[in-house]
């Protein structure tokens, strides 16, 4: 990204330099502690989610979309348990839910995979963030 002539490059220093620029509303939750594990949620998202969404959508073979789909459960599974009871991991939006929501969103608009129907609590709060971000659909890449 460039900004008034400074190149910023992966999204965790991205969205600190649209904090440092634009602090509200914020990005990031106010507790110290949880704005600790709000950066280590997108990193994760960033990395690991991402390796496993990548793979599902290179899978060209049944045989390669089997491996691919386990690996992602690993992840669904968690997501899944996280969001039991929550509408967002924190009180409100953070960065933390955008970085994840923007793995998976990219299941549905580009590799056309969808969450299994398993992972309700995840459904529940995807659905919560498509509102929140004004998509018609999973499907939509912008409203």
Avoid at 70 to 82: C, G, I, N, P
Avoid at 91 to 104: E, G, K, P
Wanted: glycine share 2%; with cysteine; proline share 6%.
């Amino acid at each position: 990204m460039d900004y008034n002539g400074q190149c910023t490059i992966d999204s965790t220093y991205i969205s600190a330099l649209l904090e440092e620029k634009y602090p509200q509303p914020s990005i990031y939750p106010s507790q110290p502690s949880d704005r600790g594990l709000c950066l280590m949620l997108e990193d994760w998202a960033d990395e690991d989610l991402n390796r496993a969404v990548l793979m599902v959508r290179r899978a060209e073979t049944p045989e390669a979309r089997q491996p691919a789909e386990k690996e992602l459960a690993v992840h669904l599974r968690s997501l899944d348990l996280l969001f039991e009871g929550k509408k967002f991991i924190f009180d409100r939006m953070t960065l933390a839910d955008i970085a994840i929501f923007t793995q998976l969103h990219y299941l549905y608009t580009v590799a056309k995979y969808e969450v299994p129907n398993e992972y309700k609590n995840l459904h529940g709060w995807m659905d919560l963030m498509r509102q929140a971000l004004k998509l018609p659909s999973l499907y939509d890449v912008a409203a």
